[in-house]
């Protein structure tokens, strides 16, 4: 059975930081792309930062270039979102996704294009 799990989660002042988790038990993250979206209330899913769990590529939406960095540790099938300099407007549940074939790479990616997703994990960031 493929789930993924957040974590990592929390309340944060302005400024300030948090690393997401993203574990995935049932199968190889190896060779898909691993997604990471958030939703703020009232908004629409939109998607913030990927990388191919094959070569290492990543994306970046431009909200969130040059303060998160997302990377991957496949040895624990892990991939994790460091966020800095966290603002207010980055509030949002923050979910992972996965499902697609790494290779051809192309980003960005809508979130229909992927068949499994976690729970998700609140982000608050206050002012």
């Known amino acids: 059975q493929v789930q993924l799990v957040e974590s990592g989660g929390g309340l944060v002042q302005a400024g300030g930081s948090l690393r997401l988790s993203c574990t995935a038990s049932?199968?190889?993250?190896?060779?898909?792309?691993i997604d990471w979206f958030r939703q703020a209330p009232g908004k629409e899913r939109e998607e913030v930062a990927c990388?191919?769990?094959?070569?290492?590529?990543?994306y970046y939406a431009d909200s969130v270039k040059g303060r998160f960095t997302i990377s991957k540790d496949m040895s624990h099938n892990t991939v994790y979102l460091q966020m800095n300099n966290l603002k207010p407007d980055d509030t949002a549940v923050y979910y992972c996704a996965t499902g697609v074939v790494a290779k051809p790479w192309a980003p960005p990616y809508r979130d229909d294009s992927y068949a499994y997703w976690g729970e998700g994990t609140q982000v608050t960031v206050s002012s």
């Open positions: 990388v191919s769990g094959s070569d290492g590529s990543t």
């Open positions: 049932g199968f190889s993250l190896e060779h898909f792309v």
